[in-house]
Each structure stands twice: as structure tokens, then as C-alpha cells.
């Protein structure tokens, strides 16, 4: 469905050439992975662009188009400045409540997001700010007889892609209680049961479950581990309603991964064994990458040090297979940082700080600066590691350095770790 106004963008389609929409697509991805990125670009994406849908591109297609185009702009490609489209406001539908003013941060991303989203059978519209940005998606409530197509589901995907874009640039806490109005605006797609195919359906079922999981981070991150726990099973139950294997691999997944940070060792085992049986059918060696670690770190939790290498020497087999088209999309965030970061973790777990402190440090160094959250991330846990080590002045340094770069991030997990770190140095003479 075309954006109203929208202006076609004549340039990027004369630089996709003779090449179709999908094997256009198909390059674009070849040139993120050749520079780390990771995006799930299709022809449909392309066609938004050409159709001027997409005024400017978010900060990791920009990152790759300017890597395919060297010495070009965005301008030259077809798109709009940052800062003329980030602050546009949504249009309101006659008879709905004005959204409210936006505001303004420091940060280059620094507008308010808009979300509008149809929460009932009439016109009223709900303006969520859920964080940095600039573009208004709708998600519409089914009515009569309306059946569920693409333009729903869409919006359901977009909110999903944008949840995780200001989470990889902000953190959770800002996010968390505005982005659960989406989610029951998507189940609510869902439950009406009017799709119009199959394949829409599917794509609903995935966009609704992938959002449950987004959603549920949002709380994991920022502390509210029962809220976090109730939106991962929502999403596994989804998974199994549709029999979508890697929908039901990343709420596996996710679930290890919460069941570690509460202590819950043996449930993070057996979640990440059953995300990796989910895993099996898929063609995504860096999935049972990731689901590997988190099975190594449950068995560091549990100091069974000979079950954790054995995890980790599985990992590193699976990413050095390196990345493949059957990547999911939520896996941007998995390279060889977050990889570091997580055998970090496992070493910590295990009482070897010094080993961790080595991983935890190459961790940071590799990271893309994009990730802020999980730049930030990574610095805490190295600030950690050393003053668990015993070296106070350089973790001392290091937690400084993560505390002045937080600008705009907010994890009560970074937190967190920063207060546990100056707890250890104040037992240090």
C-alpha cells in the first residue's frame, strides 16, 4: 500500500539497474555482511524505497548503501536528511485526540518516536512515544468484515524492527511500558482470525510472537523478570499455535537467557537445549552459535566448568561457519563481540576473572559504537571482571569511562553492574 504524498526515489532506482527487486536484495545483503552488519532486506523493502516509502534509511542501511556506493550521499541515493524526516509528526484521524508535543534529546536521534495504534473498532487512535526517531506506523483493529493483509502486518513487523533499533541505541527502561500497547494491538489482530491467506496469517503469528519476545527483553533488561518471563512463554506458545520453528528457537532462546540471570540454572540448561532441538531444522549455524553460549553460561552458573568448554567449543564450530541468509533478523546484535561478552560471562561464572577480563576487554573493543547499550554493556561487565581481579585502578577507570559515555541509555542492568563493581573496589585496599 503507497505512503500518501510519497515522492518516488528515481535515484536509488536507477542505481539498482537491470537488476530485479530480489536480486538487488540479495546484494545489499552481501555487502552488510562484508562489513559486519546484518539486515533482512528483501524486495519488498526495496520496492518501499523506490516508492519513496522509506524517506530516509535507519542508521545500518545507511551504513551499508554507503559501503555499496562509495563517494555517494544519501542525498545522492534518494533520500531525505536525518533531520528533515526524524521530526515529522503523524497524521490523526478525524475524531481522535491530538498526539501529544514532541520532544527532543541531544542525541542525533534525538526526536521522539511516534506509534499510532488502533486499539478498538473505531477511529480513536493511542499516540505511544516508545523512544528515538521519527516515522508513525498504525496498527489497525480488524472491523466487520475487514480482512487482516499487508499493510497490518507490516505494521506489526515495522514495530518490531523499531522496538529494536532504539533498544541497540537506549536501553530498555525509556521503552518498556509504552511498547506493551503494540504488542496487545498485535495479539489483537491475531485473535481476530480474518487474514485474508496463509502465508499473511504465518507472517502475523511471527511478527506477534517476535514482538511478544521484543517486548518481554524490554522487561528482562530493565529488571522486571516476572513481566519478562510471562511475554517469552506468550511468544513460545505463538511458536507452537503456528508451528514456526525459529519463532519457537528464539523464545527458547530468550528464555535460557532470563532463567540465567535469576538464578534458575537447570531451567537455562534444559531452554537452551530445546531452543537448539528447535534450532536443528534451520539454516542459521550463528543461531546454534548463540544457543550454545547460552547453554554454556547455565552450566558455568551450575561451576560445572567440563559441561560449559564443551558448550563453548560448540559455539565457536557453529560461528565459524560464519553468517548465511537463514540468519534470523533478530541477530543483528550476534558478532564476535557479543560472542566475546558471553564466554566473558561463562569465565566469571566460573571464578576465572582474569580470563574473563580478557574476553570482557576484546568484547569492547570490537563492538560497533551503533550498539550503545551493549557497548556500555560490555564495559561494565569489564569494569567488573577486573575488580573482581583484583586491579583497582583499572577497573576504577573502566566503570568511569562507561558512566561518562551512557549519555542516553538506560539498563538498570548496566546499573546494576556499576554498583555491584564499586561494592568489590571498596573492599579493595
Known sequence: MAVSGAVPNLAFRRLRGQHSPAEFAATVRRAAREIGEQVACDARYIGRVEAGEIRCPNYAYERVFLHMFPGLSLADLGFSAREAVRGRRPAVPAGAPPAPAITTRNDEESDVLRR????????????????????AVAIPAPRGAHRIGEAEVRAVEDAVRQIRLLDDRHGAEGLYKAAAQPLRAAYALLDAGTTARRST?????????????????????????????????????????????ALEAHAFCNTSFLARDAGRYREAVRAAQAGLRAAQP??????????SLREAGAWAGLGDRSACEQALGRAHGHFAKGQSDGDPEWMSFFGEPELEALEAHCWSALGDWGRAAR???????????HFARNLALYRAQLASNLAHAGRRDE???????VVDSLGDVQSSRIRRILTETSQVLATIR
Do not use: C, K
Open 116 to 135: 499510532a495504534f488502533m486499539t478498538s473498532g473505531t477511529a480513536t487512535v493511542a499516540a505511544v512515544s516508545l523512544g528515538l526517531g521519527g516515522t
Open 201 to 245: 496469517e504465518d507472517r502475523l503469528h511471527a511478527g506477534a510472537g517476535e514482538l511478544a519476545i521484543s517486548v518481554g527483553w524490554l522487561a528482562h533488561d530493565s529488571g522486571r523478570f516476572d513481566d519478562a518471563r510471562s511475554h517469552y512463554a506468550e511468544a513460545l506458545a505463538t511458536a507452537r499455535v503456528a508451528g514456526d520453528p
Open 282 to 291: 534451520l539454516a542459521s549455524a550463528r543461531l546454534l552459535s548463540l544457543l
Open 359 to 369: 574476553h570482557a576487554h576484546r568484547a569492547a573493543v570490537l563492538q560497533n559504537p
Open 395 to 401: 577497573a576504577s577507570a573502566e566503570a568511569r569511562r
